[in-house]
């Protein structure tokens, strides 16, 4: 059974940095194309980023691009998203998602973690 785990979240300022994990236990990591997505209250999920399985592709919303990044270490089953810059509205609750191909469709992801909350005080 595949899991994923975020990790990270929490309260900044404007303008701060924060920087979210995911562990991925129970598949095998290397072979998935990894993405992160956020959902605000009252609002639909949001493709934020994704990352190909071997890590030579990626891809960003015009909403982060520039300010967020993210990377992937296959030895520890673990990707990452930087965040600077942050605004207040990047408040939302954070999840990470695994898949066979990367893609922004969220429909595409077949594993999900529970999410991590990003709360930013302007």
């Known amino acids: 059974q595949v899991q994923l785990v975020e990790s990270g979240g929490g309260l900044v300022q404007a303008g701060g940095s924060l920087r979210l994990s995911c562990v991925v236990s129970?598949?095998?990591?290397?072979?998935?194309?990894m993405a992160w997505f956020r959902q605000a209250p009252k609002k639909e999920r949001e493709f934020l980023i994704a990352m190909s399985w071997s890590g030579d592709t990626t891809h960003y919303a015009d909403s982060v691009k520039g300010r967020f990044t993210i990377s992937r270490y296959n030895a520890k089953s673990t990707v990452y998203l930087q965040m600077n810059s942050l605004k207040p509205e990047d408040t939302a609750v954070y999840y990470c998602a695994a898949a066979p191909v990367m893609d922004t469709y969220y429909g595409t992801y077949d594993y999900w973690g529970q999410g991590t909350q990003v709360t930013v005080s302007s």
């Open positions: 129970g598949g095998r990591f290397s072979s998935y194309a």
